[in-house]
């Protein structure tokens, strides 16, 4: 071969030489583990090296906008002489200052404080005087580090026919709102104050009542960072909606758990007392098209949940724990269905017996009520062509014309370590993940063998062929994609097995091929 | 007629024109200075034939009737190689370091050699696969090749009356690819489960990652003596000679690496069967798995260096450049090269007219076995002269193997 290296690389332009090997080649071997068919993550093992799925998953979650929102709002404010005139200001003279309040409509939302995450607030004043004017809009309930919001914004001469305008955005992020008005005893309310003067280095000017200033202000997209007061009794209610569930992703057939215990977690991250009104949580298996409701005395009956506590700067979420089990649930068959998806609808009153907090209702930016489902799976089981599919990137060298392999058949050389055989399936598949074209024959790997205590004593052997054609290996480089099934059963068993952490499957994976030298180029 | 018939022929063919060669041997006028090219390219090989060789050069599908036809001349004594070279040598003045009986002599030359021996099945993986051996072994070894070039600059001394010379040269290395495998016994179990190889071998190269002209400096000699006695009573010459006797220090990123283990495949190890994407096959990740990495750094080797010895017989003949040529010549010379047999040739040159010399042979050895060889030789006027020869005229007709040629110009004054 270095003789013919040699030469080949004498060569520039000329084309390489090729010519076709008949090669047996290893490719691969790997270890099959629990760990590979459940993320690691997921697992634990107890002394005895049994294992057990513990896993979280999210049933639903209420953010802060289901509470709280806060609209874009505008507020105008005009100026003009309450008589004809005309009347002369010498420059420097301030000839209009109002203080007033801005009530903000929050509907059932009782605000005293609020803290403003993101957002902004937009200024306009129309001047049609004749002269150079400074308009001075200020919130004093609106304070950031101590200092309070204040606009100075220099105003162009005007006419009514032709006013001048004039803009200013101020963003509002950290500001603090003292939402009780100027008196401290109101909510929802801010304080605002807007003055006009002649400019100290202007003019004199002279108005008469058909000169006008016409002020507008603009709040937009307020994020609260905190906010604090009464936040009615109301009820939210959470239309059907669904979450996706990775745990059985890729996974079909029949599973038989022999136990499964799991929790419902309530947490509330406000500071409202609640109670939800659970009208369904389900099962959906979207590839079977199964779907199994969740039973359980939480479904049927409303839940109490406690408010938040305030700590300060951040909160401490209330918890409500809801045990399930066999005895109490229908948890196993929920589980058992295999869902990819949660389906929940529910309604959430918020302060059911009112304001009982005196208005110290508060949330926080992060503030939620979430519920989790933390499922306890000890892999004790049988499965009845449970299925595992996965499809895997390859990178083959060359091209869909000129690749090196041209046809050969895999072998798939396995040690079962598990008490389930597992038939496996190789498919070429197209870009779009459908399988395309299947590589026979394939086979079933058998179970290994197990003692009288229900535990693998022998690894078994197997031998799985899988041949790839001309035009299987055409399409396996254009795709560049495979698709691995893997069906395991333990119908072999008549009762449910016990996994154990050592478990293992050791694969070799090898080809006997046509090999083209210099073909991928 | 077998293959060896027509080597015969070429062979009589000089006695036909036997008689003319009396008449043209004459004394030349002596020249002060001397310019010789000498441009060559031969590869030859026991087993491969000229097909095979030639579309591994041309590129290409080999049909598997091409490379089967090689196979089934294999044996246990396979050789192959080939040598590129070109060298021009200046030779001057009346005298030199004090004494007329010398000149000068500068060379300056550009070589490129392969050389390898291989077994059958070495052979038979190459260019058919593992397939045929499974469950069996296939003995890879022993086999060994090495492929060299070099440029070397040289000054010496020569006897103007015999032609004898010492050069000393400067040699840059510029292409190191060589391997020696004592044992690979390469077995692949049923269905390729495994692959195991009881290998021990050695491999070396310069650094190919570099682009650098220079990567590896070197020194070498290259002599020639002449001396006349009598034999048979009879003027003869006995000749004898080494060219590239010397080595070459490689650089320090040149690459080896040696093994004497039994080395087991199963493939490379994955995370897992069902998490293969982005697993890419590449020759550096296989030779770590095989525990055959490279070792970085400094060696030597020595030089393809040429050892030769000649003796000449009959009619002398005196060129213009000063040298003197036999109507006889029988020559051996061997290269330091994988795969090199001792070369043995005999030649006869007689001449056509005045400036047409020819000359004819047989040669056996080197990479090949009986080779016939041809030559012609012309002479313009006193001062320039033009020879082509080839060391294996069969070679260019179709189902023979190797090809050689050879080409000199000499000019004179």
Redesign the interface.
């Known amino acids: 071969?270095?003789?013919?290296t040699?030469?080949?690389a004498?060569?520039k332009d000329?084309?390489?030489?090729?010519?076709?090997?008949?090669?047996?080649?290893?490719?691969?071997?790997?270890?099959?583990t629990i760990g590979?068919l459940v993320p690691d993550t997921m697992l634990a093992t107890d002394g005895s090296g049994q294992v057990s799925i513990l896993h979280t998953f999210e049933l639903f979650s209420l953010s802060l906008d289901t509470v709280l929102t806060a609209p874009d709002t505008s507020f105008r404010y005009a100026y003009a002489l309450p008589f004809p005139g005309p009347i002369q200001f010498q420059p420097g003279v301030t000839f209009d200052a109002s203080d007033e309040v801005t009530r903000f409509d929050l509907d059932d939302l009782q605000l005293s404080k609020l803290i403003v995450r993101s957002g902004q607030v937009d200024v306009a004043i129309t001047n049609m005087m004749n002269g150079h004017i400074i308009g001075d809009f200020a919130l004093p309930g609106a304070q950031l580090e101590g200092e309070p919001f204040q606009v100075l914004m220099a105003l162009p001469p005007g006419t009514p026919a032709a006013p001048s305008n004039t803009t200013s955005s101020r963003p509002l992020n950290g500001y603090v709102f003292d939402m009780r008005g100027p008196a401290l005893n109101q909510v929802n309310s801010l304080a605002t104050h807007l003055s006009y003067s002649n400019a100290p280095n202007g003019s004199t000017i002279s108005i008469t009542n058909m000169d006008s200033l016409l002020a507008t202000v603009s709040y937009h997209g307020i994020v609260p960072e905190y906010a604090l007061g009464y936040f009615g009794m109301r009820t939210i209610q959470v239309e059907p909606a669904t979450t996706r569930l990775d745990l059985f992703e890729n996974v079909s057939g029949t599973l038989d758990l022999d136990q499964v215990d799991a929790t419902v977690k309530i947490r509330n991250g406000l500071g409202v007392d609640a109670k939800a009104t659970i009208h369904h949580i389900r099962s959906l298996n979207t590839r079977t098209g199964t779907e199994v409701p969740l039973i359980a005395s939480f479904t049927n009956n409303p839940v109490n949940i406690d408010r938040a506590a305030d700590m300060g700067s951040t909160f401490s979420p209330s918890v409500k724990n809801i045990a399930l089990d066999q005895g109490n649930s229908n948890i196993k068959q929920f589980l058992e269905n295999l869902p990819d998806q949660i389906g929940y609808a529910l309604d959430v009153t918020i302060n059911p017996m009112g304001n009982i907090s005196n208005g110290h209702d508060f949330l926080y930016h992060d503030s939620r009520v979430t519920a989790e489902l933390e499922v306890n799976i000890p892999l004790r089981l049988s499965a009845t062509g449970l299925s595992?599919r996965?499809v895997?990137?390859?990178?083959l060298p060359g091209t869909a014309d000129a690749h090196a392999w041209q046809y050969g058949t895999m072998?798939l050389?396995a040690q079962n370590g598990f008490p389930f055989s597992a038939a496996i399936e190789l498919a070429v598949v197209a870009p779009d993940g459908q399988s395309i074209s299947v590589l026979a024959p394939g086979g079933t790997i058998p179970s290994a063998t197990l003692g009288a205590n229900g535990l693998v004593t022998e690894m078994a052997d197997g031998?799985l062929d899988f041949r790839i054609n001309s035009a299987q290996m055409n399409l396996l480089h254009l795709s560049g994609k495979v698709q691995?099934t893997a069906v395991f059963n333990t119908a072999e068993q008549p009762q449910h097995v016990q996994l154990l952490d050592s478990y293992r499957m050791d694969?070799?994976?090898?080809?006997?091929g046509n090999?083209v030298v210099n073909g991928d180029e | 007629m077998n293959k060896y018939g027509l080597p015969f022929l070429f062979l009589l063919l000089p006695f036909g024109v036997h008689a003319q060669e009396d008449s043209i041997a004459k004394a030349r006028p002596p020249h002060t200075r001397h310019l010789a090219l000498e441009v060559r390219g031969a590869y030859d090989s026991n087993v491969l034939y000229n097909d095979l060789?030639m579309?591994?050069?041309?590129?290409?599908?080999?049909?598997?009737e091409i490379?089967q036809r090689s196979m089934d001349a294999m044996g246990k004594n396979n050789r192959?190689g080939y040598e590129q070279a070109a060298k021009l040598t200046y030779t001057w003045g009346q005298r030199s370091i004090g004494r007329r009986i010398f000149r000068s002599r500068t060379s300056l030359s550009q070589q490129s050699y392969?050389g390898?021996h291989f077994a059958t099945d070495?052979y038979a993986?190459?260019?058919?696969?593992?397939?045929?051996f499974?469950d069996r072994s296939a003995q890879v070894g022993p086999s060994a090749?090495a492929?060299v070039s070099y440029q070397q600059v040289a000054f010496g001394l020569e006897e103007h009356s015999t032609g004898s010379y010492l050069e000393v040269g400067l040699v840059n290395g510029s292409r190191l690819?060589s391997?020696k495998i004592r044992r690979a016994d390469l077995y692949?179990a049923p269905?390729?489960?495994?692959?195991e190889v009881d290998l021990n071998g050695s491999y070396a190269r310069a650094d190919t990652a570099a682009a650098q002209w220079s990567k590896g400096i070197g020194a070498a000699i290259s002599l020639r003596w002449c001396h006349g006695l009598t034999l048979f009573k009879n003027d003869a010459r006995i000749t004898l000679g080494t060219e590239d006797l010397g080595f070459v220090a490689w650089a320090n990123r040149s690459l080896s690496v040696a093994k004497d283990s039994l080395i087991r495949?199963?493939?490379?190890?994955?995370?897992?069967?069902?998490?293969?994407?982005?697993?890419?096959?590449d020759q550096h990740e296989l030779q770590d798995s095989l525990g055959l990495g490279y070792t970085q750094g400094r060696f030597a080797t020595l030089l393809p260096a040429l050892f030769w010895g000649e003796i000449g017989l009959g009619r002398v003949r005196h060129a213009f450049d000063g040298r003197v040529k036999h109507a006889w010549v029988l020559m051996v010379a061997h290269r330091l090269l994988p795969g090199y047999r001792p070369h043995v040739s005999v030649k006869h040159e007689f001449h056509l007219n005045d400036a047409l010399a020819c000359t004819v042979g047989l040669a056996h050895g080197g990479f090949g076995d009986l080779r016939v060889l041809l030559g012609l030789e012309a002479s313009v006027g006193q001062h320039l002269s033009f020879a082509a020869e080839t060391m294996n005229a069969t070679g260019f007709l179709p189902g023979f193997r190797g090809k050689a040629l050879l080409f000199k110009a000499a000019w004179a004054w």
């Open positions: 071969m270095a003789a013919c040699t030469l080949a004498c060569q000329r084309p390489k030489p090729q010519w076709d090997l008949d090669v047996l080649a290893p490719l691969i071997q790997t270890s099959l590979d595992l996965k895997m990137e390859v990178d072998h050389f031998r691995v694969l070799k994976l090898t080809l006997d090999y | 060789v579309g591994l050069y041309n590129g290409g599908w080999l049909s598997k490379r192959a392969l390898l070495a993986l190459s260019f058919f696969g593992n397939k045929q499974e090749f492929q690819n391997g692949t269905a390729a489960e495994y692959i495949f199963e493939g490379l190890t994955a995370d897992g069967l069902l998490d293969l994407d982005g697993l890419i096959l």
